[in-house]
């Protein structure tokens, strides 16, 4: 014999807190009222998506990784000799008392 009821009946209705069956309305603050003023005003509301497609474009690096690896290996190592040659001719030129 099943403990289950059987399908056609129907368990008893839950009672929902009165804050579950009537919640307050979202409260106005800042972000709210300047994201309805952009939504009311089409040319913001078309920059806005313009800024959601821009920010959510496939960037070089994801397009073409092994080539952004490379050039990237490439500068840091420019940079980085470019610092030691820096730091070495202005070592050279406090021993040499010409600073």
């Given amino acids: 014999m099943s403990t289950t009821p059987p399908s056609h009946e129907h368990r008893p209705r839950v009672d929902l807190p009165e804050w579950m069956r009537n919640p307050e309305p979202p409260r106005r603050t ?6 309805d003023f952009v939504d009311g005003a089409p040319p ?12 959510d474009r496939t960037r070089f690096s ?8 490379i050039v990237s ?8 000799t470019a610092l030691v040659v820096g730091t070495l ?6 021993t040499h008392h010409e600073i």
């Fill in 89 to 94: 001719y202005l070592f050279n030129k406090i």
């Fill in 30 to 35: 800042l972000g709210r009222r300047l994201s």
């Fill in 73 to 80: 290996f490439v500068v840091v190592g420019v940079v980085a």
């Fill in 44 to 55: 913001l509301a078309a920059a806005r998506r313009r800024l959601w497609a821009w920010r």
């Fill in 62 to 69: 994801e397009r073409h990784p092994a080539l952004s690896a």
